[in-house]
């Protein structure tokens, strides 16, 4: 891991900001008025993401045509729901007036009749209507209405569930064709890019962004859908109904959106500002709460509490405002609509008492008025979620576009009958191209021997073993296994044959059983704990509550650092690879334990050509072949014998370190708390006062 | 206990919850009067042609409308500030609360859960009084009024409300009912994905070294499938959600057309009535379908409540006197009598009858395997944690007879995990001396070996160090932690493993510039090396919790068989 050579910490900053957002975001439903928590991270380049997310969805455009087609004739339907009520009402109000006169009369007489009583406007009214004079309300007409009405809003409802329903799945299925991509991603892109990209950034693409995208998706597809086509046939039928209030109720429109984008504007910086406040204040408290003890016996408590407590009361000034703003939205909207309302009421209904409108298209079109508000709110809240979750969908196709590791030879070589047969002919490598790392290292290992490594921090120890792995492609130079080229193997060809057990004790969620069988998946029961006892995991597996059925995982402390690492072992022993890497560091691991991680590690160097990242005198004077690095550079090779006699710089480290006073011996440790990555292991410190992170490759070991 | 918190904090905001309530109330009726003036505007405006009577009770209705809408907007004012003020509380006395606990608690809820108690959490409860003052209040008060509305225009229908109301409350109940589980699923399961990708960030090296890509694929593919299963459970849910309920409310619609119309046939009722009863159906069962919506929030509330309220009602096992011991100087002789200590509801204690003096002047050192209790030990003498037999004493004063304050004042610490706090390599030194000037932090520095590299940093003493410490390397954090300790001047040091991120020669550099600074200090050094302690003037030998040994190297070595096992263990690691 790289940590160190993080500049200020920015990335971890970054990471939590994200969190934070995510915890205000919220999971679950009802994402709607909260939208605004997202605001903080902005899309650079919206449109050609926003095409790209589009594309995605190709694969299923059959279901999304029926998906179109389903929402047209759905929303079509629910738009004419309100005209053919406004029918029903219209049945019922001509025979409410048409008891009004007595049977047998015209309706002409009756207009007639109103005229002379100087009711005007009511026999204007009365003339435009279908009204039968002494016949009451139209029963069987109304029942035909009504049926219709049930059948037209039963349809509409199926269909709105048969798109809501596939549109579910295209949405489910496209995410998971994404987050399946980006797996794949992973496993493809060079270790060089996970290098350079601090862990909780990719993490964060790749969990937080993906979350955001989906839920993205999830929330606006459907809503931003239904509500444009909702909008459009909305504004159809009032135009069918008059033109003068559809036009009266367009024009409350622009209104709506100014007013909705200036109360959104004053809400959205608030948000951000809270957003920011409970970015620091959760940075504040995980900070007091992981400095627990020391804040209290340095006598600190008050301070840091004082300090919370103005986060604490800058957050609530914050968040109220952020909250009453965006609160505002509705009833401003409400009001808005009321006043729309009466100017309809109004207008139409002086165009009622002059007969050019009917009571039913009156309410017919109040109807619509409130539907068409509705989804221009929705739309206009939509924005702001649609930008984050397009932001990040940018991050992921980032990520999806970030250049992959080289594609393997076409033709290429076989290794029938591997021996161990390794050879470096005038290798270089730089991970920055003006920093030298490995510099002209040529050297040869015959098979079953073993090369132990010294050095110092920095010196390209663990990238002259990455480099036998192939992680990483030479920049001059070459590596060969048994005379060919690794460059014209397959990489897998290449990694099977070759063992590693690094200083990182990774381990994934599995039970004890499925992380030894990592090594060999095919292995039998048998093979399994054959290399369980060799390599002393099966004494301890015993004392775990499960046996060999105990799940462990990486971040679980159901297991000790020194167990896991003997568990790292057992697996390599699994794999039975006749080239090993091993980089010995045992980092905390109490002294009896690491006695038998040494053994298991000696059990596992048997007859096989093995390199190793040695801190162990021990290792180091049996080894044969000793590589002393220093900057880059094999300054020494020798058995031990030959390179004291040659009195160089390895005798110089020998006689003042490795050979110390009585018990001097052992490496210096790092505490088993420490967090993987977070502390710098130390390696023998043969380098003379070099103990920081000196000019070190990022993948040095840290 | 959901219940109880917001009893107990919502109390300051009594005043404010009332107003609101109030107006929220006044907002409500004025909304539902709305209906009524607009079947007034069709009865006796439109039908009559009164153009005049529109205009005025349209000016009335503007006028409720604008009631309306101020009622709201002030008792959403109300309720934001109430409700984050709430949130604000919570989190304030969580903190505080957290502040009064001892290591002991601490570590019993672990750090990153209490952080997640202290904003999450009550993030989540604070949302939903937040939602409750500005949505859910109106949905009771709309259902009642709407009634009663309703009932005035007509209580021959009235039945259709009694109706329609029970069957959108069960067929939105029974969505909701089995969409929430699965939520819940979703939540898991989508932990399940991210953690693969997880481990599959961290792990690629063992991967690709492995060649387990294909293998990963399928365990992340597995994981995957899940999570979109449950999804796509969930989203069916949601998406038979909205036409179930508009096909209720439709189908409400056209039923009071029908029996409304038979009434205005047989001249029971009017047309205007009609209308009116219609709108307040519709926001009878809009206020129905809300509280429902909100009923999916308290179950996630009121788990978050219990986490809180696990936190609130957790004792500090460590108390301070009430008149504290403030004695000016002591010469830090440090004394632990027959000191044990055990979990509550442990079967074996950590520690068992503990005895040693450790004197100013002198180096006594702790030695033994992982979890023998070294830590521990170190953590009872600034009382982190209380022992639950014996005294321990410094110059015969038991520590917890001392003002906490006066008692921390006297020790310096350097912990196991060094933790830096975000600020400059010069606020972090201030922790150690509020007061301390630059020369003094350039001297403690210079001792504890960090001169060098705080130099060369961009800032010096000024220069950034982030969070934890974590831009700094390991043995970089601990040194500049060891500097903190020793620019306290302390009575006694705690060396709690310190000294392991350290390479041979600075480490034993360290050490020799440590002398002059601490030689009338008492010093305590856990240390797992045999190296690193050696030469201490007096070792303790731990091992399961007990002293098993206690003298200095080559007593030890004769008349310590453990201790022997221990240097032993170390020397043949290096010979194997």
Same mark, same amino acid.
């Given at each position: 891991?790289?940590?160190?050579t993080?500049?200020?910490?920015?990335?971890?900053?970054?990471k939590?900001m994200?969190?934070?957002e995510?915890i205000?975001?919220?999971?679950?439903?009802?994402?709607?008025?909260?939208?605004g928590g997202?605001?903080?991270q902005k899309s650079?380049?919206?449109?050609p993401?926003a095409?790209?997310l589009?594309?995605?969805?190709?694969?299923q455009?059959?279901?999304?045509?029926?998906?179109?087609?389903?929402?047209?004739?759905?929303?079509?339907?629910?738009?004419?729901?309100p005209?053919?009520?406004?029918?029903a009402?219209?049945?019922?109000?001509s025979?409410?007036?048409?008891?009004?006169?007595?049977?047998g009369?015209?309706?002409?007489?009756?207009?007639?009749?109103?005229?002379?009583?100087?009711?005007?406007k009511?026999a204007?009214?009365l003339?435009?209507?279908d009204v039968?004079?002494?016949?009451?309300?139209?029963?069987?007409?109304?029942?035909?209405?009504?049926?219709l009405?049930?059948?037209?809003?039963?349809?509409?409802a199926l269909?709105?569930?048969?798109?809501?329903?596939?549109?579910?799945?295209?949405?489910?299925?496209?995410?998971?064709d994404?987050?399946?991509d980006?797996?794949?991603?992973?496993?493809?892109?060079?270790?060089?890019?996970?290098?350079?990209?601090?862990?909780?950034?990719?993490?964060?693409?790749?969990?937080?962004?993906m979350?955001?995208?989906?839920?993205?998706l999830?929330q606006?597809m459907?809503?931003?859908?239904?509500s444009?086509?909702?909008?459009?046939?909305?504004? @159809?039928?009032?135009f069918?109904?008059?033109?003068?209030? #559809?036009?009266? +109720? =367009?024009?409350?429109?622009? *209104?709506s959106? %100014?007013?909705a984008?200036?109360?959104?504007?004053?809400?959205?910086?608030?948000?951000?500002?809270?957003?920011?406040?409970?970015?620091?204040?959760?940075?504040?408290?995980e900070?007091?709460?992981?400095?627990h003890?020391?804040?209290?016996?340095?006598?600190?408590?008050?301070?840091?509490?004082?300090?919370?407590?103005?986060?604490?009361e800058?957050?609530?000034?914050?968040?109220f405002?952020?909250?009453?703003?965006?609160?505002l939205?509705?009833?401003?909207?409400?009001f808005?609509?009321?006043?729309?309302?009466? @100017?309809?009421a109004v207008?139409g209904?002086?165009?009622? #008492?002059?007969? +050019? =409108?009917?009571?039913?298209? *009156?309410?017919? %079109?109040?109807?619509?008025?409130?539907?068409?508000?509705?989804p221009?709110?929705?739309?206009?809240?939509?924005?702001?979620?649609?930008?984050?979750?397009?932001?990040?969908?940018e991050r992921v196709?980032e990520?999806l576009?970030?250049?992959?590791e080289?594609?393997?030879e076409?033709?290429?070589?076989?290794?029938?009958n591997?021996t161990?047969?390794?050879?470096?002919?005038?290798?270089?490598f730089r991970?920055?191209?003006d920093?030298?790392?490995?510099?002209?290292?040529?050297?040869?290992?015959?098979?079953?021997?073993?090369?132990?490594?010294?050095?110092?921090?920095?010196?390209?120890?663990?990238t =002259?073993?990455?480099?036998?792995?192939r992680?990483?492609?030479?920049d001059?130079?070459?590596?060969?296994?048994?005379?060919v080229?690794i460059a014209?193997?397959?990489?897998?060809?290449l990694?099977?044959?070759?063992g590693?057990?690094?200083?990182?004790?990774?381990?994934?969620?599995?039970t004890?059983?499925?992380?030894?069988?990592y090594?060999?998946?095919?292995?039998?029961?048998?093979?399994?704990?054959?290399a369980?006892r060799a390599?002393f995991?099966?004494?301890?597996?015993?004392?775990?509550?499960?046996?060999?059925?105990?799940?462990?995982?990486?971040e679980?402390?159901?297991?000790?650092?020194g167990?896991?690492?003997?568990?790292?072992?057992?697996?390599?022993?699994l794999?039975?690879?006749?080239?090993?890497?091993?980089?010995?560091?045992?980092?905390?691991?109490?002294?009896r334990?690491?006695?038998?991680?040494?053994?298991?590690?000696?059990?596992?160097?048997?007859?096989?050509?093995?390199?190793?990242?040695?801190?162990r005198?021990?290792?180091?004077?049996d080894?044969?072949?000793?590589?002393?690095?220093?900057?880059?550079?094999?300054?020494?090779?020798g058995?031990?014998?030959?390179?004291i006699?040659?009195g160089?710089?390895?005798?110089?480290?020998y006689?003042t370190?490795l050979?110390?006073?009585?018990?001097?011996?052992?490496?210096p440790?790092?505490?088993?708390?420490q967090?993987?990555?977070?502390?710098?292991?130390?390696?023998?410190?043969?380098?003379?006062?070099?103990s920081?992170?000196?000019?070190?490759?990022p993948?040095?070991?840290? | 206990?959901l219940?109880?918190?917001?009893r107990e904090?919502?109390?300051?905001?009594?005043?404010w919850?009332i107003?609101?309530?109030?107006l929220?109330?006044?907002?409500?009726?004025?909304?539902?009067?709305?209906p009524?003036?607009?079947?007034?505007?069709i009865?006796?405006?439109?039908?009559?042609?009164?153009?005049?009577?529109?205009?005025k009770?349209?000016g009335?209705?503007?006028?409720?409308?604008?009631?309306?809408?101020?009622?709201?907007i002030?008792?959403?004012?109300?309720?934001a500030?109430?409700?984050?003020?709430?949130?604000?509380?919570?989190?304030?006395?969580?903190?505080?609360?957290?502040?009064?606990?001892?290591?002991?608690e601490?570590g019993k809820?672990g750090?990153?859960?209490?952080i997640?108690r202290?904003?999450?959490?009550?993030?989540?409860?604070q949302?939903?009084?937040?939602?409750?003052?500005?949505?859910?209040?109106?949905?009771?008060i709309?259902?009642?009024?709407?009634i009663?509305?309703a009932?005035?225009?007509d209580?021959g229908?009235?039945?259709?409300?009694?109706?329609a109301?029970?069957v959108l409350?069960?067929?939105?109940?029974f969505?909701?009912?089995n969409m929430?589980?699965?939520?819940r699923?979703?939540?898991?399961?989508l932990?399940?994905?991210?953690?693969?990708?997880?481990e599959?960030?961290?792990?690629?090296r063992?991967?690709?070294?492995?060649?387990?890509?294909?293998?990963?694929?399928s365990?992340?593919?597995?994981?995957?499938?899940?999570?979109?299963d449950v999804?796509?459970n969930v989203g069916?849910w949601?998406a038979?959600?909205?036409?179930?309920?508009?096909?209720?409310?439709?189908?409400s619609t056209?039923?009071v057309?029908?029996?409304?119309?038979?009434?205005?046939?047989?001249?029971?009722?009017?047309i205007?009535?009609l209308?009116?009863f219609?709108?307040?159906?519709?926001?009878?069962?809009?206020?129905?379908?809300?509280?429902?919506?909100?009923?999916?929030f308290?179950?996630?509330?009121?788990?978050?409540?219990?986490?809180?309220?696990?936190?609130?009602?957790?004792?500090?096992?460590?108390?301070?006197?009430?008149?504290?011991?403030r004695?000016?100087?002591?010469?830090g002789v440090?004394?632990?009598?027959?000191?044990?200590?055990?979990?509550?509801?442990?079967?074996?204690?950590?520690?068992?009858?503990?005895?040693?003096?450790?004197?100013?002047?002198?180096?006594?050192?702790?030695?033994?395997?992982?979890?023998?209790g070294?830590s521990t030990?170190?953590?009872?003498?600034?009382?982190?944690?209380?022992?639950?037999?014996?005294q321990?004493?410094?110059?015969g004063?038991?520590?917890?007879?001392?003002?906490?304050d006066?008692l921390?004042?006297?020790?310096?610490?350097?912990?196991?995990?060094?933790?830096l706090?975000?600020?400059t390599?010069?606020?972090?030194?201030?922790?150690?001396?509020?007061d301390?000037?630059?020369?003094?932090m350039?001297?403690?520095?210079?001792?504890?070996?960090?001169r060098?590299?705080v130099?060369?940093m961009?800032?010096?003493?000024?220069?950034n160090?982030?969070?934890?410490?974590t831009?700094v390397?390991?043995?970089?954090?601990?040194?500049?932690?060891?500097a903190?300790?020793?620019?306290?001047?302390?009575?006694?040091?705690l060396?709690?493993?310190?000294?392991?991120?350290?390479d041979v020669i600075?480490?034993?550099?360290?050490?020799?510039?440590?002398?002059?600074?601490?030689?009338?200090a008492?010093?305590?050094?856990?240390a797992?090396?045999?190296?690193?302690?050696?030469d201490?003037?007096r070792i303790?030998?731990?091992?399961?919790?007990?002293?098993?040994?206690?003298?200095?190297h080559?007593?030890l070595?004769?008349?310590?068989?453990?201790?022997?096992?221990?240097?032993?263990?170390?020397?043949?690691?290096?010979?194997?």
């Amino acid at each position: 891991m790289s940590t160190p050579t993080t500049p200020d910490g920015t990335p971890a900053g970054s990471k939590k900001m994200k969190e934070t957002e995510r915890i205000g975001g919220g999971r679950g439903p009802g994402h709607g008025p909260m939208g605004g928590g997202m605001v903080g991270q902005k899309s650079m380049n919206f449109g050609p993401s926003a095409r790209r997310l589009v594309r995605r969805l190709r694969p299923q455009r059959g279901k999304i045509a029926v998906i179109i087609v389903a929402a047209i004739i759905a929303v079509a339907m629910s738009a004419i729901g309100p005209k053919v009520l406004g029918h029903a009402t219209d049945i019922v109000f001509s025979g409410a007036v048409g008891k009004m006169f007595p049977a047998g009369m015209t309706k002409e007489q009756a207009v007639a009749g109103l005229r002379t009583a100087g009711q005007d406007k009511i026999a204007e009214m009365l003339s435009s209507m279908d009204v039968v004079p002494g016949q009451g309300i139209d029963f069987t007409a109304l029942r035909n209405v009504l049926l219709l009405l049930i059948g037209l809003y039963a349809a509409a409802a199926l269909l709105t569930f048969l798109q809501g329903y596939l549109l579910n799945d295209v949405v489910q299925y496209t995410i998971k064709d994404l987050r399946s991509d980006v797996e794949d991603k992973l496993n493809k892109l060079p270790l060089r890019y996970f290098d350079t990209q601090p862990r909780g950034e990719l993490l964060s693409r790749v969990t937080n962004d993906m979350d955001n995208l989906s839920q993205t998706l999830q929330q606006t597809m459907s809503q931003v859908m239904t509500s444009v086509l909702t909008i459009v046939f909305v504004m @159809v039928m009032m135009f069918d109904i008059s033109w003068t209030l #559809a036009l009266i +109720t =367009l024009a409350s429109v622009p *209104i709506s959106m %100014f007013v909705a984008a200036k109360v959104m504007g004053r809400s959205r910086t608030h948000f951000i500002t809270q957003w920011r406040s409970t970015g620091v204040l959760n940075s504040q408290v995980e900070e007091a709460f992981t400095g627990h003890s020391l804040i209290k016996v340095f006598g600190r408590q008050q301070e840091v509490q004082e300090t919370f407590e103005t986060e604490n009361e800058e957050l609530y000034e914050a968040s109220f405002m952020a909250q009453f703003f965006s609160s505002l939205i509705m009833p401003i909207m409400l009001f808005i609509g009321n006043l729309n309302y009466v @100017v309809i009421a109004v207008v139409g209904g002086l165009r009622v #008492a002059s007969g +050019t =409108l009917s009571l039913g298209d *009156i309410q017919a %079109f109040i109807q619509y008025t409130r539907r068409f508000t509705q989804p221009v709110t929705q739309v206009a809240s939509m924005v702001n979620l649609l930008q984050s979750g397009v932001a990040s969908a940018e991050r992921v196709f980032e990520l999806l576009d970030a250049e992959e590791e080289p594609p393997d030879e076409h033709q290429p070589q076989l290794i029938e009958n591997p021996t161990g047969q390794v050879s470096f002919d005038d290798v270089s490598f730089r991970y920055e191209e003006d920093r030298p790392l490995i510099e002209h290292v040529s050297l040869a290992v015959e098979p079953g021997q073993t090369v132990a490594i010294v050095g110092p921090t920095g010196a390209g120890k663990t990238t =002259l073993v990455n480099l036998v792995m192939r992680f990483y492609d030479l920049d001059a130079g070459r590596i060969t296994l048994e005379g060919v080229d690794i460059a014209e193997l397959r990489r897998q060809d290449l990694r099977s044959e070759i063992g590693m057990v690094l200083q990182d004790t990774w381990l994934f969620q599995g039970t004890v059983r499925e992380n030894i069988m990592y090594g060999k998946l095919d292995a039998t029961e048998e093979e399994m704990l054959e290399a369980a006892r060799a390599t002393f995991v099966d004494r301890f597996v015993h004392s775990l509550p499960d046996g060999y059925d105990t799940v462990v995982d990486d971040e679980g402390n159901n297991i000790s650092a020194g167990e896991k690492q003997l568990l790292t072992i057992a697996r390599a022993f699994l794999a039975n690879p006749p080239l090993l890497i091993l980089d010995e560091a045992t980092s905390s691991v109490d002294t009896r334990t690491e006695l038998l991680v040494q053994h298991a590690m000696a059990a596992l160097r048997s007859d096989r050509t093995s390199f190793v990242i040695a801190h162990r005198l021990s290792t180091i004077r049996d080894a044969d072949l000793i590589l002393v690095m220093e900057e880059g550079q094999i300054v020494e090779q020798g058995t031990h014998d030959e390179l004291i006699a040659a009195g160089g710089s390895y005798a110089t480290l020998y006689a003042t370190q490795l050979s110390g006073p009585d018990v001097a011996l052992a490496p210096p440790q790092v505490s088993s708390r420490q967090p993987a990555g977070a502390g710098g292991m130390p390696t023998m410190g043969m380098g003379r006062g070099r103990s920081g992170p000196a000019a070190g490759s990022p993948a040095e070991d840290d | 206990m959901l219940i109880k918190i917001l009893r107990e904090h919502l109390r300051p905001y009594k005043k404010w919850i009332i107003i609101l309530s109030s107006l929220q109330l006044i907002g409500t009726i004025a909304s539902l009067y709305l209906p009524s003036l607009m079947a007034d505007i069709i009865d006796n405006g439109i039908v009559t042609g009164d153009t005049g009577y529109i205009m005025k009770t349209g000016g009335i209705m503007l006028g409720v409308t604008f009631v309306q809408i101020v009622g709201t907007i002030t008792a959403v004012y109300f309720g934001a500030k109430a409700s984050m003020a709430f949130g604000r509380d919570l989190r304030s006395s969580i903190f505080r609360k957290v502040g009064a606990f001892s290591s002991r608690e601490v570590g019993k809820f672990g750090a990153p859960s209490l952080i997640t108690r202290n904003t999450n959490d009550v993030y989540q409860v604070q949302m939903l009084v937040m939602m409750s003052f500005t949505m859910l209040i109106r949905a009771p008060i709309t259902m009642v009024g709407g009634i009663i509305m309703a009932m005035k225009e007509d209580v021959g229908l009235s039945w259709l409300v009694a109706v329609a109301v029970p069957v959108l409350v069960v067929i939105s109940g029974f969505i909701i009912k089995n969409m929430v589980p699965g939520f819940r699923k979703m939540q898991t399961r989508l932990d399940a994905v991210n953690k693969v990708l997880r481990e599959q960030t961290s792990g690629i090296r063992v991967i690709r070294a492995f060649v387990r890509e294909r293998f990963e694929t399928s365990r992340f593919g597995t994981a995957n499938t899940e999570l979109t299963d449950v999804s796509i459970n969930v989203g069916q849910w949601m998406a038979a959600m909205f036409p179930a309920v508009m096909l209720v409310m439709n189908l409400s619609t056209i039923a009071v057309l029908w029996f409304g119309g038979i009434r205005i046939g047989a001249g029971e009722m009017q047309i205007g009535a009609l209308v009116a009863f219609l709108s307040y159906l519709i926001q009878i069962l809009m206020a129905v379908m809300m509280a429902t919506l909100m009923l999916v929030f308290v179950p996630r509330a009121s788990v978050s409540a219990d986490r809180i309220g696990e936190v609130l009602e957790t004792e500090p096992s460590v108390v301070p006197p009430v008149h504290g011991i403030r004695e000016a100087s002591t010469t830090g002789v440090l004394e632990l009598r027959s000191v044990g200590f055990q979990y509550a509801g442990a079967t074996h204690p950590v520690l068992r009858d503990i005895s040693f003096t450790a004197l100013p002047g002198q180096t006594t050192a702790i030695i033994g395997s992982t979890g023998a209790g070294k830590s521990t030990l170190l953590n009872l003498i600034p009382r982190l944690f209380d022992a639950t037999e014996g005294q321990v004493l410094i110059d015969g004063v038991d520590v917890r007879e001392f003002d906490p304050d006066n008692l921390w004042s006297r020790i310096g610490i350097v912990p196991q995990r060094a933790y830096l706090f975000t600020g400059t390599v010069a606020s972090n030194l201030r922790y150690g001396n509020p007061d301390a000037t630059d020369e003094e932090m350039w001297n403690a520095l210079e001792i504890a070996q960090a001169r060098d590299f705080v130099e060369d940093m961009p800032k010096g003493l000024e220069s950034n160090i982030a969070q934890g410490g974590t831009n700094v390397s390991g043995g970089q954090r601990q040194r500049l932690a060891i500097a903190r300790a020793l620019i306290r001047e302390p009575e006694i040091y705690l060396f709690d493993d310190s000294f392991s991120a350290l390479d041979v020669i600075t480490d034993a550099r360290l050490r020799s510039a440590l002398e002059p600074v601490t030689r009338d200090a008492t010093v305590l050094i856990v240390a797992q090396r045999v190296s690193t302690i050696a030469d201490a003037d007096r070792i303790v030998v731990l091992e399961d919790g007990a002293v098993v040994g206690l003298g200095t190297h080559d007593e030890l070595l004769t008349t310590c068989p453990t201790y022997s096992e221990i240097v032993e263990s170390q020397l043949r690691a290096e010979a194997s």
